[in-house]
């Protein structure tokens, strides 16, 4: 029964791919949509969130099959927003991140730490220690991206 409407969902979502313009279907980042269809069904007979936000999700998809309503700005930004919504539920409660998440995490954090090593053991050349932090952020960063994708972690 899930599994048809994952079905259902993705071929609405392709035909609205192929009706709509690459902006709009950028705007309605249809790509992120039936990758989260698909986590959310995998998730809802565990996670009563995850089911309620499959259905409304479900709801939005098929409303924005009327062209009209498609196009509509406001729709949009309605849209986004409980992608967003879904996205840190996912991330916060089953653990999920978003591709490249740790890169830019850990090269942020290896800037910090780099501004401060430099400062502190290398006579103040903070050029250095910046280049220091980003290099070992960069290595543990994409390290972690590379477990995330193994386990399948990535939304
Ligand atoms: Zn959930």
Same mark, same amino acid.
């Given at each position: 029964m899930k599994n048809q409407r994952v079905d259902h969902l993705s071929m609405i979502l392709k035909d609205l791919r192929g009706t709509v313009d690459e902006k709009v279907a950028a705007k309605l980042e249809l790509d992120k949509c039936n990758r989260i269809i698909r986590r959310l069904s995998s998730f809802s007979s565990d996670c009563v969130v995850c089911n309620q936000h499959f259905l409304d999700l479900g709801e939005q998809i098929i409303e924005l099959t009327d062209q009209s309503k498609a196009r509509e700005t406001h729709n949009y930004k309605q849209h986004r927003r409980l992608l967003g919504f879904i996205s840190s539920h996912l991330m916060k409660q089953h653990k999920l991140v978003t591709n490249g998440f740790y890169l830019s995490v850990y090269t942020s954090i290896g800037l910090g730490l780099g501004v401060g090593l430099g400062q502190a +053991? +290398? $006579? $103040?050349n903070t050029a250095i220690g910046i280049s220091l932090g980003i290099g070992i952020g960069l290595a543990i960063g994409a390290r972690l991206d590379v477990k995330a994708k193994k386990k399948g972690l990535i939304l």
């Open positions: +053991l +290398l $006579n $103040n």
